[in-house]
């Protein structure tokens, strides 16, 4: 990442602790991709893993937020405390019926419907479990609780674990505060930082992760998902299989299975698993994993997003994605 700007030394300061505030490991290199980059190492075909279709999420930890009661204080609703809406699934998922079309052209017609379906969601809420490899290294499994709003697109975040990063929070909204994500710490850094507006492509607001605050979501990653498709039709070396009767935290779910058993170029991973809920007809979790060093081995995981207990259409209103809302610890 370039710095495109100047700062002065006495800005420095508080741009080490700022640094040191959004980083799980200060070290660690940004990735300036959209998407995991296509590897460049060479690999011998091989068989596909076996899966288990009883796939199960990790357990997460509820955050519980109590609504204020102070008088002449707003109405802050909780987003969590609604239900889920029900449905019906485009029923995509099923085995192409012409042999000789592709094997992503399926799972592309599915992204392109889903797409239109996700867009229909006013809002959501979630726990949103991701861990990401940066610069060759795993780090660990990061869990946070998410309100997204999708007109204006606008994104709260409660980072729950690990217990380094549990009690940050980040507010984005489209088209306000000069297109800036005001953020926070805990203890000491907060007391001492405040609330800090960060661009969310730079380098502060990227140390740690794959990607900007804004590509956040169940509709950004099924954009990603039908772009990454559109290209890989281009090319062959694809298994795709579907699996039924997977769960995500007790949701039934279809898994989808993409395979390039050769290492090429052009391929962004040697293994990308979707799993779609059955009911909502949504991606619960995507995982994509690089090609093993060694033919037969494990191929290492790159990445990882699971959305738990995800509860569509609550009513959101400005007030979820407001500083000054009593639940959250904006100074």
């Known amino acids: 990442m370039v710095l495109r700007k100047r700062f002065g ?9 700022a640094a040191l505030l959004f980083s799980p490991a200060a070290g660690q290199d940004r990735i300036g991709s959209r998407m995991s980059p296509p590897n460049r190492q060479t690999a011998n075909r091989r068989e596909p893993d076996r899966y288990s279709p009883a796939m199960a999420a990790p357990q997460q930890r509820a955050s519980s937020q109590q609504r204020a009661s102070q008088p002449g204080r707003p109405a802050y609703r909780l987003a969590e405390r609604s239900t889920v809406d029900s ?51 795993l780090g660990s499994q990061e869990y946070m609780f998410i309100k997204v709003r999708h007109r204006p697109f606008s994104v709260y ?42 661009a969310p492509d730079g380098m502060i607001a990227m140390r ?62 040697h293994k990308a698993e979707i799993f779609v809920d059955d009911e909502l007809d949504i991606p619960l979790r995507y995982a994509s994993y690089d090609w093993p060093k060694q033919p037969g081995g494990v191929p290492p995981l790159l990445e990882e997003y699971t959305y738990l207990k995800l509860e569509i259409n609550t009513g959101l209103t400005d007030a979820d994605f407001d500083t000054k809302n009593p639940n959250y610890n904006f100074k």
């Open 9 to 17: 030394s006495c800005w420095m300061p508080t741009l080490i602790l």
């Open 87 to 137: 449905r019906p699934s485009a029923n995509l998922l099923a085995p192409a019926a012409d042999p000789n079309e592709h094997p992503l052209m399926q799972t592309l017609r599915w992204a392109n419907n889903g797409i239109s379906n996700i867009e229909k969601i006013s809002d959501y809420s979630a726990t949103l479990v991701k861990r990401e490899r940066l610069s060759g290294k």
């Open 157 to 198: 975040l409660h980072i729950l674990a690990p217990k380094d990063l549990k009690g940050r929070e980040v507010i984005y909204i489209e088209g306000q505060n000069d297109g800036k994500m005001l953020a926070h710490g805990t203890g000491m850094q907060n007391r001492v930082l405040g609330t800090l507006s960060l």
């Open 208 to 269: 740690g992760q794959r990607y900007p605050l804004t590509e956040i979501g169940l509709l950004n990653l099924t954009r990603r998902l039908a772009e990454v498709a559109k290209e890989d039709i281009k090319f062959g070396e694809c298994e795709v299989k579907f699996f039924k009767g997977a769960t995500i935290n007790g949701r039934s779910c279809t898994c989808i299975q993409v395979i390039h058993p050769v290492a090429r170029r052009n391929f962004r991973f």
